[in-house]
């Protein structure tokens, strides 16, 4: 039996080429799905946003 599929949304979007080209040698290099490298990315990123807000909030 195969794992469980995740709940997950189609996206559509345009990246600059050069960004692609980096993301697509990323996953070459990485092994990862282009999929399974924009949700980390992205899950970092905003992760990293949310933190430094809470800290410019705590500094007020």
């Not at 697509?24 to 999929?35: I, L």
Request: aromatic content about 10%.
């Amino acid at each position: 039996m195969g794992r469980p599929r995740k709940d997950n949304v189609p996206v559509s979007f345009r990246l600059e080429r050069t960004v692609f080209d980096k993301l697509n040698q990323f996953c070459e290099d990485s092994g990862q799905a282009k999929t399974v490298a924009i949700e980390r990315a992205l899950g970092m990123y905003i992760d990293d946003y949310y933190e430094k807000q809470e800290i410019i909030k705590n500094n007020e």
